[in-house]
């Protein structure tokens, strides 16, 4: 069976830290990689997806940026953190078209501070 | 361009009755994918069904019923005899054919009353 990982569950940064979040997925190749972000009581924001290794599709242009080093892996990441980065980061994976749903991660919850 | 509104923000009812969630969809597209999903409080989304464009059967699972109709171009969600677990935010999505995008609605957020 396929299961998705995503680490840490909860975050705290200062303004202008650095940001990791690591997405991970088992039990399936090639699947297609999401991130998305939910503000706090707000629907989802795409923000980058990915159909293969090295291949990132950026939604919204802003201090974020994605990385997919291995088949499975889907890594989010941002050099200085803003206040407005605050939120639920979600990471989705998917088989095939567009025809398939999506299963979501735990979530990260990040606080910038 | 392809839209998916759900202008229910927040619904309350009290354990029992019987809620609808509306979700009205647009695209030009001919082959398109509706889906539900559903973030309980713990935040992780949890798939609840998916429809293609080509399949206009309603469909019943347990409490949880959902009736497509491509002429008002609405994949509402109904549940029946409501429980407090099913407190939770629910989403409606849209998949068109040519693309890897997901397009999420706003989300309806359904409070379930004991």
């Known amino acids: 069976s396929q299961t998705i990982h995503q680490w840490p569950a909860t975050l705290v940064q200062p303004v202008g830290s650095p940001l990791s979040l690591e997405c991970t997925v088992e039990g399936t190749s090639n699947p297609n990689l999401y991130w998305y972000r939910q503000a706090a009581g707000r629907g989802l924001q795409l923000l980058f997806y990915s159909v293969g290794i090295g291949q990132i599709s950026s939604e919204v242009p802003q201090n974020l940026s994605a990385s997919r080093p291995q088949d499975r892996q889907f890594i989010l990441s941002s050099k200085k953190l803003l206040l407005s980065d605050s939120g639920f980061y979600l990471c989705a994976w998917s088989s095939g078209g567009i025809y398939n749903e999506q299963f979501f991660g735990p979530g990260t919850r990040l606080t910038v501070l | ?114």
């Open chain 2, 1 to 114: 361009a392809q839209k998916v509104t759900q202008a229910q923000t927040e619904i309350s009812v009290v354990e029992k009755e019987d809620v609808t969630l509306d979700c009205v969809y647009e695209t030009r597209d001919t082959t398109y994918y509706l889906f539900w999903y559903k973030q309980p409080p713990s935040g992780e989304l949890v798939f609840l069904i998916r429809r293609n464009s080509f399949d206009e059967q309603n469909e019943i699972s347990g409490r949880y019923s959902w009736n497509f109709q491509k002429s008002t171009s609405s994949f509402n969600f109904t549940i029946t005899a409501s429980q407090v677990v099913d407190s939770a935010v629910y989403f409606c999505a849209l998949g068109t054919s040519g693309t890897y995008k997901y397009i999420f609605g706003t989300g309806t957020r359904l409070k379930v009353l004991a």
